[in-house]
């Protein structure tokens, strides 16, 4: 399973671009790339996912850049309610277990 | 359309003792896994059941066993409780080529 390398923390304000990069310098080529948003004491909820270049949904994208070695989440315009936990994680969709990380924890601040 | 449902939600044990707890899938979905989540961790893959056979498995000791009904639902059960078994239990569902969706958990204390 490909191993997953994100910040450990980032702070931001409301109303900003967030950006969060990962680094997956092993991935394999069926894996596909998936976020997921940790709130405390809930499931983590699935933001977006992608196999290569650029994927946007109504609450992000994800950029992947050619060599797929790394990707990044784009959070435009944060509010408070941001404030998680989010997760990179690579591997196969569906069925594949999913490693997970410690993750990311963002602050969004007023 | 309702998501992935897990009970109970809360749960309070005491060592030796053995739980169950249990997971609806998201309707469509025919694949069921569970993740242990420890205060301040990611979550940690305990197993993935398919077909009513479990399919993957991570490094949980024996103690730890499942089973997936016809109706893709299923059950997590621990026996010989441990303090350090106290944890956050997720269940995700999933169908091929498609993310995983988690549940909101079962809060479990062991005293």
């Known amino acids: 399973l490909a191993k997953t390398t994100q910040p450990i923390s980032m702070d931001s304000y409301e109303g900003q671009e967030v950006n969060i990069t990962c680094s997956h310098n092993n991935i394999a080529t069926n894996d596909y790339i998936t976020w997921y948003q940790q709130f405390p004491s809930q499931g983590p909820r699935f933001i977006i996912q992608g196999y290569k270049t650029k994927v946007t949904n109504e609450v992000a994208s994800l950029f992947i850049p050619a060599d797929r070695k790394s990707s990044t989440l784009s959070l435009p315009r944060v509010s408070l309610s941001d404030t998680a936990v989010y997760y990179c994680l690579v591997g196969e969709s569906g069925y594949s277990t999913l490693t997970f990380g410690k993750g990311t924890m963002l602050l969004v601040s007023p | 359309d309702a998501g992935v449902t897990q009970s109970p939600t809360h749960l309070i044990k005491t060592r030796g003792q053995q739980v169950t707890l249990r997971c609806s899938p998201k309707s469509g979905h025919d694949t069921v896994s569970w993740y242990q989540q420890a205060l301040g961790q990611g979550p940690q893959f305990i197993f993935q059941?398919?077909?009513?056979?479990?399919?993957q498995r991570g490094n949980f000791p024996d103690r730890f066993s499942g089973h997936q009904f016809p109706n893709y639902s299923s059950e997590l059960n621990v026996n010989a409780l441990l303090l350090g078994d106290s944890a956050l239990y997720l269940c995700?569902?999933?169908?091929?080529?498609?993310?995983?969706?988690f549940g909101d958990g079962t809060r479990l204390s062991i005293l």
């Open positions: 995700a569902s999933s169908r091929i080529d498609q993310p995983q969706h």
């Open positions: 059941y398919y077909e009513e056979e479990e399919r």
